[in-house]
Every structure is written in C-alpha cells, then in structure tokens.
C-alpha cells in the first residue's frame, strides 16, 4: 500500500448520550484544567438559530468536544465525533510524538484546547500538549506531543448505541525507550517510501515579470502562536493576503502566495516553491509571543544566518522552525537538499540582497508600525534557506503584548502596515534594477533572482 501508513487502523461506530457526556464532561472539567472547548457550551444550550451553521459544517465529521482521562500509568485523549471515522496512528521522535491521521474533519473546538495545561495536572500523564487541525486536503490530524515515550493500545472510535455519534479514544501506555525507538523506526521506514511518491513536481517556467512570493506562515494543523483567541496563522494570512493584493496592483510584479486558504504547507516545500517559482523575493509573515515578557513588542524583520544575532533570534529560529515537528512530520519528510547544492558567491549574494530588503522593510515599517528595539535580527530560519532567492521573515509583533494585539487584529493597522510592506517591495526593486544594470556588466555574473530557469 505505497502511500499509506497504517499501524492501526480502526472502523469505529457509535453512540450519542449527548446530555449525558455534556453533564459529565462539565463536572470532570475543573479537575483536568483544559479549557472548556466552545462547542461544549454549544451543545448544552442547543440554539435553533445555530442550525444553518451545523448543516454547513456536517459536510465533514465533525469533533465537537475533547478531554484527557488519566489512569495510572495510561492517559486517554478522547474526541467526541458526529459520527465514527477510520483512524492511522504511529509515533515519531526528535520530538517524541504520536500521529493520528483522519479523514477532513471539522473540529468544532476552541484552538487552545491542546496547549500543555496549567498547574498541578501539567506533570502528570503522557501528553504535554495536543493539536488538531486539517494537514492536507482530505486529511486532517491529530498530533500529541508526549511527555514520555509511550505506545499507542488504541486509536479508534468506539461504538455507542445511538444517533451516530462516536468517541475517537487514543489511548496510551508509557514504555521504554528501545521499544519507542522500534516503533519509530517502522515509521520512518513507511514514510520514507510515502515521500518518494511525492517528489516528481516540475519547477514552472520563469516569468517574464519579478515573482514576488508572499509566505504566510503556518497554517491548517500548525496554527503557530496563539495568545487569548489571537491565531497566528489567521492574522498573518489576512495580513499577507492585504500584501499581496497591495502589490498585486502594480502590474510590475506577479504575486504569488505560498498558500491561498488555511492549509499546512511544510517548511521545505515553501523554500521549493520559492526556487522552483524563480522568485525574485521571498516575504515570510509571522507573529511571535513570549510568555514571561509581556512588555515586549514591536515587529523584527530577520534573514538567514549559520550564526543566530542574539539569543532572542535563536529563540525565534527555533519556533519558527517547529512547524513541520507541530504537523507531526518526520525529519525524513523534509525534502529540502539545498544545502548540498549551495555555490557560495549565489548564496552570498542572495544573503546581502537579503540583508539590504530587510533595512528597506525596516525603514518603510516604522512609518506605519512598532518596531522592536533591535529590530533587524538574523539567525537559521529553515524558511529562508532558498540560496538563490533573497528572503527575510517578517514578526509582525508580539501577541503577548497588549498593544501589539490589539494592532494585529484591528483592519486598519493591517491596511495601512500592509501598505508599507508593499512599498518597500517596490523601492526594493527599483533600486535593485539600477544594481542588476550594473552588475550585467559582468557576463560570468548572473543577477541575484535572475537565476535561469532551472539553472543554479
Ligand atoms: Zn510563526
């Protein structure tokens, strides 16, 4: 079954009980220290004006409550389903992990439902902290980040005698590390033969005109930073999408976007699209947080480095270069061979088209926006490693900050600070062109972000 990865597949049936689940689900609640998701209080008031919204939303089975059950040495992580789904799951490690993939659903939950939990519960049980989300169309997933290494006994749905309705219940045992390793290894070896299905895309023609590429960061499954109802893969989406539609005006440039809707896009294939699409630009958007300092604020434009600036750029680096870890993807999945590959004058050419995009940005944002106190940081961002194609990651801010918040979900900053954006992408080029013309002097040269087609 090339393709599929199946240690445990389960048909599940079902049961309602609803009522029931939702009064015993809100007298357990307290105890487990989870938030209670949205849809909980949902169904207990059972709104006739909310039905239109339901109907739309049954197109996919949906989630419509979570919670943690803990019993000696194993830990339940139970969804509740509109109806029973088949379910794969399997480990991985570098983080440790388990995957439960599934078909599209709808999680009618409240985002922050998985983080680690507060208090006395965060060090007891096997999960540190769980997301959900869609990963690719058609599929959706569950990734648990383990606080130990763990089996799975089950993945499945569990069949109640009812309406439909069923419990996905993942269930989970601690063990050692050698047969966690064993585990991850049969892993590995499926995905590895499941990627090399996936790597025959052809890089597309050049176009005539400099592509910019606009990255929103995040996205589906990894929904980045999340601070009091703040998403950061939904702001900077709307923030990237206000970019792009900016410069799309200006008939110079053709805009593309690494994604168009709140799908997962892996690190590696973001920088693929970047060379493969003969970008002359690469603008990732992202939005940082940082719990303990709440007074810190401003955006920060970073390019690639082997070296980080300062601590705080590592940090961020290290975030930002989670995602892929967040969607429940191997290290082996990672497509990326650019390190090989790399001539060193193309790379330090691009970096210091790089560095010089970045000042610009820098100088055009604090027309319109905050910036950090030191808001020009490098360090080894995976997103920005396309050699030949100058990049920089743009921290709108901070979520953790109350002004910075406030900012970022507010319509009117995000026009006005997209506009900026915008400009400074254009006054790049601009002078940009004025180099090129010098450097075209040189036949042995090639233009940063003129790389030919297919050429290094
Ligand atoms: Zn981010």
């Known amino acids: 079954m090339p393709g599929c990865i199946f240690f445990y597949r389960a048909a599940c049936s079902t049961t309602a009980k609803l009522l029931a689940l939702v009064v015993a689900l809100a007298a357990a609640w307290p105890a487990l220290e989870i938030p209670i998701p949205a849809a909980l209080f949902f169904s ?38 509109s109806t029973s789904v088949e379910s794969a799951s399997f480990v991985l490690a570098d983080p440790d992990r388990v995957i439960v993939d599934l078909p599209q659903m709808d999680f009618l939950l409240d985002p922050e439902s998985g983080k680690p939990a507060k208090g006395p519960h965060r060090k007891t049980g096997l999960i540190a902290a769980f997301r959900f989300g869609q990963l690719a169309p058609g599929k959706s997933r569950i990734v648990i980040d383990l606080r ?3 089996r799975v006994l089950r993945a499945a749905c569990e069949k109640s005698d009812g309406d439909g309705h069923a419990s996905l219940v993942i269930e989970l045992a601690k063990t050692d590390r050698a047969d966690f390793r064993a585990a991850v290894q049969i892993a590995r070896m499926q995905l590895s033969s499941a990627t090399q299905t996936k790597k025959d895309q052809k890089p597309q023609p050049a176009s005539i005109k400099p592509v ?48 168009d809707d709140d799908s997962f896009v892996p690190l590696s294939e973001r920088v693929r699209m970047a060379r493969d699409g003969h970008a002359a630009l690469f603008v990732s958007i992202h939005a940082d947080t940082l719990s303990e300092a709440s007074d810190v604020s401003g955006a920060t434009v970073y390019t690639v480095s082997d070296r ?27 497509a990326s ?34 910036l950090n106190k030191n808001p020009q940081r490098s360090a080894g961002f995976r997103v920005l490693k396309a050699p030949d194609v100058p990049s920089v990651l743009l921290e709108l801010g901070y979520l953790s900050n109350q002004t910075d918040g406030q900012a970022l979900s507010s319509a009117q900053w995000r026009d006005k600070a997209s506009s900026q954006v915008a400009e400074a992408i254009e006054a790049f080029f601009a002078s940009r062109e004025s180099t090129t013309t010098l450097i075209k002097t040189d036949p042995d040269q090639v233009p940063v972000g003129k790389i030919p087609p297919g050429g290094e």
């Open 44 to 81: 207990l008031s059972l709104p006739a004006e909310a039905a239109p919204e339901l109907s739309e939303a049954t197109e996919h089975p949906a989630a419509n409550a979570v919670r943690l059950e803990q019993s000696g040495e194993r830990t339940k992580l139970i969804f509740e389903l």
């Open 148 to 150: 130990a290494p763990a």
């Open 308 to 334: 980080a600036s300062d601590a705080e750029a590592a940090r961020v680096a290290q975030t930002e270069n989670q995602a892929d870890a967040a969607a429940g993807l191997d290290k082996t999945e990672d």
């Open 212 to 259: 910019v590429m606009i990255d929103p960061g995040h996205g589906g499954i990894d929904r980045g930073a999340m601070v009091k109802g703040l998403v950061e893969k939904d702001l900077v989406f709307d923030f990237a999408k206000a970019v792009a539609a900016k410069l799309e005006t200006d008939a110079r440039f053709k805009v593309v976007m690494t994604r």
């Open 337 to 370: 061979d650019v390190s090989d590959i790399l001539f060193d004058l193309t790379r330090r050419e691009t970096r210091a088209y790089s560095h010089f995009f970045a000042h610009t940005l820098t100088n055009y944002w604090r027309v319109a926006g905050r």
